[in-house]
Every structure is written in C-alpha cells, then in structure tokens.
T-cell receptor, first 114, second 114 residues
Framework: EPEVTQTPSHQVTQMGQEVILRCVPI?????FYWYRQILGQKVEFLVS????????KSEIFDDQFSVERPDGSNFTLKIRSTKLEDSAMYFC????????????FGEGSRLTVL | AQSVAQPEDQVNVAEGNPLTVKCTYS??????LFWYVQYPNRGLQFLLK??????LVKGSYGFEAEFNKSQTSFHLKKPSALVSDSALYFC????????????FGSGTRLLVRP
C-alpha cells in the first residue's frame, strides 16, 4: 500500500540552527500538508500546498517557515532559525483530489531544539 | 472558522463493552468529518469519514460514527471494545474547500482494560 514517508525520524538541533524536514508524498497525490504536534497535544495545521504554491497557512507558519517541492517528489519543510518552542512532532500528509479530503499521514519527524 | 471539540480527555471502558468517543464541530457550510487514530510514537491513521449520504458511516477495525447535523456531532462508536483499541483518537473537520485542510480536535485517549 502506498505511504507517505518522512525523514529524519528524529532530529536534535541547537536553537538558532536551520532544519529541513523531508517528506515523500504518495505519488499520485496533488495536495500536500504539514502539521505539527507538540508532545501529546493537539495536531495543528501549519500549511497546505497545491500546484507548486502555498494554498493556505496558519498563524504558526510565520516567516521562519518555508515549504518547497524541489523535484516533483520530495516536499520539504524548512525552519530557518529554530526556537525552543519549535520542538514537536512534524507530520507530513498528502491527499488525492478524487478522495475528497482524506489525508494520508507519514510517521512523523520528531524535532528537538536544545 | 472551523473548530472541533472533543470534550473528554480520556475514556475508560472494559474490554467487550461498547465505547463512544464524543466529537462536536463547528464549520460554515457542509462539513467533511473524519476520525483518525494515533498509536504511541506513530503517525495518524485514517479510521473513517463522512462526506455525504448515510449518516452512519463504517470504518476500519469495526469502528463506526454517526453524523448528527442538528447536534453538530460526529461521535465514534464501537459495539465491543478490544484492549488493542487503546490509543489516542482525533476527530477532524474540513470545509471541503480548495485546500481540504483538516482541523483536529484535541484528542481523546481511549483506555480499554482487560
């Protein structure tokens, strides 16, 4: 069964460093998303991406965040200068337009900012 | 604005007994409603969805949910709980618009005791 894959599974970084989280969505999907979950808490929407541009973003997704689909398969989330409060599990998801909204999630990338 | 409420942080039930995990929503227009399950240190797995049609939807692992428009609810149910059902359950809503963004509830931890 096709799945969304994410790397790395866990990254530890120093405050102020840049981090790139990578995702390979399901190949025929057209919509891509990043969500985050602070330990044991709510899953929060960050950004949605369609047709090579951001279609919607939340208040959390400030200028420190960016997304890119550099090569038609990978979908990346970059945090330019990490803060302690960026520590969370980051989930990538993708969706097939035909399925009217069901999102398929990856296993997540745990980011720890020290 | 979309929002989802899961009023119970935790639901405890004995194995073999029926279970209900509550969810209410607020969204303009017709909602697309979803349930996802999260096992420890794992991603979000899709359980079921309501888009249109029959108010009772059946999903994976014997779960079902009933859409109630007048009460704006979408409670998750299972006739007979298993210990292996113990996990974190998230209700989510989408407007079904161009981004298909899901907004998640705060989650309900289900604990099924033997």
């Amino acid at each position: 069964e096709p799945e969304v894959t994410q790397t790395p599974s866990h990254q530890v970084t120093q405050m102020g460093q840049e981090v790139i989280l990578r995702c390979v969505p399901i190949s025929n999907h057209l919509y891509f998303y990043w969500y985050r979950q602070i330990l044991g808490q709510k899953v929060e929407f960050l950004v949605s991406f369609y047709n090579n541009e951001i279609s919607e973003k939340s208040e959390i997704f400030d200028d420190q965040f960016s997304v890119e689909r550099p090569d038609g398969s990978n979908f990346t989330l970059k945090i330019r200068s990490t803060k302690l409060e960026d520590s969370a599990m980051y989930f990538c998801a993708s969706s097939d337009l035909e399925v009217t909204g069901e999102l398929f999630f990856g296993e997540g990338s745990r980011l720890t900012v020290l | 604005a979309q929002s989802v409420a899961q009023p119970e942080d935790q639901v405890n039930v004995a194995e073999g007994n029926p279970l209900t995990v509550k969810c209410t929503y607020s969204v303009s227009g017709n909602p697309y409603l979803f349930w996802y399950v999260q096992y420890p240190n794992r991603g979000l797995q899709f359980l079921l969805k309501y888009i249109t049609g029959d108010n009772l939807v059946k999903g994976s692992y014997g779960f079902e949910a009933e859409f109630n428009k007048s009460q704006t609810s979408f409670h998750l149910k299972k006739p007979s709980a298993l210990v292996s059902d113990s996990a974190l359950y998230f209700c989510a809503v989408s407007r079904g618009d161009s981004s298909y963004k899901l907004i998640f509830g705060s989650g309900t931890r289900l604990l099924v005791r033997p």
